[in-house]
Nanobody, 123 residues
Framework: QVQLVESGGGLAQAGGSLRLACVAS????????MGWFRRPPGKEREFVAG???????QYADSVQDRFTVSRDGAKNTMYMQMDSLQSDDTAVYSC?????????????????WGVGTKVTVSQ
């Protein structure tokens, strides 16, 4: 089993930055794909960014060029640097992980999910 714990959420002003982290524990050797998803208030969960074991990344159009996802294998941690934050980025952000697959990173069929960290962007 793999467990995921997110951190780094909080309150930011529009135009500001936050850095989220997702630490994996347990059978981390089985983790290949990792992704960030978010659920804005009153809306459905949506894909934000993902990174594969080989470093390939994918981003939602809404965060392209503003968010950067990265991964530190030695620390079993995935990060997401969020810059130029907008009020529409307000959401609960969750990380997810799964074993190697042929699915695109934005496919929500992940095996393991964290509980999430809340990000609030004020204007």
């Amino acid at each position: 089993q793999v467990q995921l714990v997110e951190s780094g959420g909080g309150l930011a002003q529009a135009g500001g930055s936050l850095r989220l982290a997702c630490v994996a524990s347990g059978r981390t050797y089985s983790v290949d794909d990792m992704g960030w998803f978010r659920r804005p208030p009153g809306k459905e969960r949506e894909f934000v960014a993902g990174i594969r074991w080989d470093g390939v990344t994918q981003y939602a159009d809404s965060v392209q060029d503003r968010f950067t996802v990265s991964r530190d294998g030695a620390k079993n941690t995935m990060y997401m640097q969020m810059d130029s934050l907008q009020s529409d980025d307000t959401a609960v952000y969750s990380c997810a992980a799964r074993v190697k697959s042929l699915m695109a990173l934005n496919n929500p069929r992940y095996n393991t999910w964290g509980v999430g960290t809340k990000v609030t962007v004020s204007q």
